[in-house]
């Protein structure tokens, strides 16, 4: 099993930027690829972005397309989430979350790939 811990989340301006960390305990880091998703209130959870086992794949929701930047450190079992430019639509709480798939490679867009759900943290971007 593996236990995924989100921090870095808060209040930031629009325009401004944050820096999302999700740290895995339990199990092999590397064997799940990572997705970060969020919620915001009245609406349903979404993906943001995906990072595969390797670190060498990513994929990004159009939304957050060329603002967000997710990364991992499979040496340091953490995974992070570089966001700038934000808006006042990416308020929401945001997951990281854990998936165990065999290929390096492969990625998850879809919630229901996913094994593993850190606790979220929020974010608020004021105007």
């Known amino acids: 099993q593996v236990q995924l811990v989100e921090s870095g989340g808060g209040l930031v301006q629009a325009g401004g930027s944050l820096r999302l960390s999700c740290a895995a305990s339990?199990?092999?880091?590397?064997?799940?690829?990572m997705g970060w998703f969020r919620q915001a209130p009245g609406k349903e959870r979404e993906f943001v972005g995906g990072?595969?086992?390797?670190?060498?794949?990513?994929t990004y929701a159009e939304s957050v397309k060329g603002r967000f930047t997710i990364s991992r450190d499979n040496a340091k079992n953490t995974g992070d989430r570089q966001m700038n430019s934000l808006k006042r639509e990416d308020t929401a709480v945001y997951y990281c979350?854990?998936?165990?798939?065999?290929?390096?490679?492969?990625?998850?867009?879809?919630?229901?790939?996913?094994?593993?759900w850190g606790q979220g943290t929020q974010v608020t971007v004021s105007s």
């Open positions: 979350a854990g998936g165990q798939v065999p290929s390096f490679r492969a990625l998850l867009t879809y919630a229901g790939g996913y094994d593993y």
């Open positions: 339990g199990r092999t880091f590397s064997a799940y690829t």
């Open positions: 990072i595969s086992r390797s670190g060498g794949t990513t």
